[in-house]
């Protein structure tokens, strides 16, 4: 199993998921960007939602300053609450 310690290194977090990747037999989504960086809510939870196996309950826990500043995760997730999410502030 891979552990990734809270971060702003997206090359570390972006290993790990490539691991993920291998050990899972199928891709998650990209969240490296060639733009500027960005605090993308909209793709850590598609990122999140991708990565829950098949038979275990689903729960996402988003930790955040709620600064978004790419993505629109309100807008993503007002019609599909299949998947629970709880949210934990943080200060940036």
């Known amino acids: ?3 990734v310690d809270l971060t702003t290194d997206v090359d570390s977090s972006a290993a790990a998921l490539d691991q993920l990747d291998a050990a899972r037999g199928f891709p998650l989504p990209s969240l490296r960007d060639d733009e500027e960086p960005a605090t993308n809510l909209s793709a850590a939870v598609a990122l999140a939602r991708a990565a829950i196996p098949s038979g275990y309950v689903p729960h ?4 955040s300053d709620g600064r ?3 993505g629109n995760v309100l807008e993503q997730t007002a019609n599909d609450r299949s998947i629970p999410i709880s949210t934990v502030p943080i200060a940036s």
């Open 60 to 63: 996402i826990v988003l930790l």
């Open 1 to 3: 199993s891979s552990r």
């Open 68 to 70: 978004e500043t790419r």
